[in-house]
């Protein structure tokens, strides 16, 4: 990746580009006429252009670019559901915890029989805030779909707790299951030991299990302000520390039986974390690390990131337009473009020998690289730009470490609860006198669609030039080398 420029060592990252390209079309533009036929027919025409590898490259793009359309245009005839106009019984399993609304109490369930996911508003009693991951549900109500939304108001006296059979569900979809109640088990273990610093117990649910739902909007305005989010929104970062303490643990012997074990320990967290994009992602880079690790390849590079990014829209092509699958692989995607040149400010021998300046600086390039690939989103999204974000990824990300250690210490000994307390709420302090210096943020900050991608023209235009300018200086260093 140092010497060799990301488009012609990434060929997947372009079938990765017009996969997008059609899903993107097809949400906007609808045809009446088949599509399998000229997929067929371009695959074909692929073919027979062995010879000519331009012209077989466009057919191989242009696949791709169907494909796309194809795949969106099944997800979405699949989420056209036609629901009954009147009330009907359904029998539904509980998904999650319930979260106080001002008259009402929200669970997600899974209706047991077609498998359907929906919101579910319930009377707020005694009853509805008892209920539990797992427990089943008996309903008589009328459900709404707007959009890709799916929900149903019941009012107490139209639901009942019941058994239900699961055998309805898929196999994937009771694993779900199970991970989401042994996840609820450990939050409650967590908790022992926890006094009122209900903001500490937040941030280590939201952080080492994925639960958002005690981050209270106040606590997330400072995180978000002081660029500290993306330690709240499970993702690489936290796969990866994971991954390190499985490789400490396990050792380097036999390698194949060890990168199994770590491969399996990464999937259970991702089950028991409620599978969201961002982690699912980094679970699949760290599979194929694990894989090609084996075979002395390489291991990280755009060419995998392309490659995680395609079999992730085939399987679910709405996908992309989730915001944490945007700005996860923005941010890995420029991490593995500039890293490298940030890594060259400093001589190789001075870093070397200068442990605490490699370490600075090794967090200061990967959270520039970071900051270049997701700041224009975090613009678009949510109309802000932090100024201090350097600052808090010198103290969050060490920080982090040490949280999801102490965490699963905490899980096997509750009374060390108190240490994990005090470090989190240091933390959420430090944050909050961050966030309190003048000019910490940018707001109001409203770019378009093409404000956006003009920016990133300009990002990839960049790296060229800078990489254009290091090729051009090694050639004419090698030149007078040799002369």
Known sequence: MKNKLFWN????????????????????????????????????????????????????????????WLLMNRQLASQKVTW??????????????????????????????????????????????ALRIGDGLQIQSRIEQQEFTVRTFVPSWKWKKAQVSLKHLSRLDRTKLYFLKLRSRLL????????????????????????????????????????????????????????????????RRRQMFAQIVMITG??????????PTSVVRSAVMLTLYAVLSLGHRDKMSVNTLAFTAIVMMIVSPMT??????????MAVFTILLFVPLFEEVFPEQYLMSHSVVKWVWGIVAVSLAAQIGTAPLTAYYFGRFSTCFLLTNLIVMPAAVVILILTMVVMLIPSLAYLLLYIVAKLNAILSWI?????????????????????????????????????????????TFAT
């Open 266 to 275: 990464i999937w259970g967290f991702v089950f028991l974390v409620g599978m």
């Open 320 to 329: 992309l337009f989730d915001v944490g699958f945007q700005m996860s692989y």
């Open 435 to 479: 966030a309190s210096i003048p000019g910490s943020s940018i707001n109001g900050l409203h770019p378009s669609v093409l404000q956006i991608s003009m920016v990133y023209v300009i990002i990839i235009a960049s790296y060229l030039l800078i990489f254009f300018l290091k090729s051009l200086a090694g050639t004419k260093k090698s030149r």
């Open 188 to 251: 409650a273990r967590i908790k022992v030991g926890w006094n009122d610093d209900n903001d500490a117990y937040a941030v280590v649910a939201a952080m080492a299990l994925g639960d958002k739902k005690g981050l209270t909007k106040e606590l997330k305005e400072t995180y978000s302000v002081t660029g500290a989010s993306h330690i709240l929104a499970l993702s690489g970062l936290h796969l990866s520390i994971i991954y390190t303490m499985l490789s400490l643990l396990i050792g």
């Open 84 to 129: 009954p106009e009147e009330e009907v019984c359904y029998e539904a399993v509980v998904l999650s915890e319930p979260i106080e609304k001002p008259k009402t109490m929200l669970v997600d369930i899974q209706l047991v029989v077609s498998g359907q996911k929906l919101k579910c508003y319930l009377y707020k009693d005694e009853r509805s805030k």
């Open 9 to 68: 060592e990434a060929p997947l990252l372009r079938l990765a580009i017009f996969l997008m390209a059609g899903i993107t079309i097809r949400k906007y533009i609808v045809v009446t006429f088949p599509l399998w036929p000229i997929l067929l027919g371009l695959v074909l025409i692929a073919c027979l252009l062995g010879r000519y590898e331009l012209l077989q490259s466009v057919a191989i793009s242009a696949c791709m670019l169907v494909l796309g």
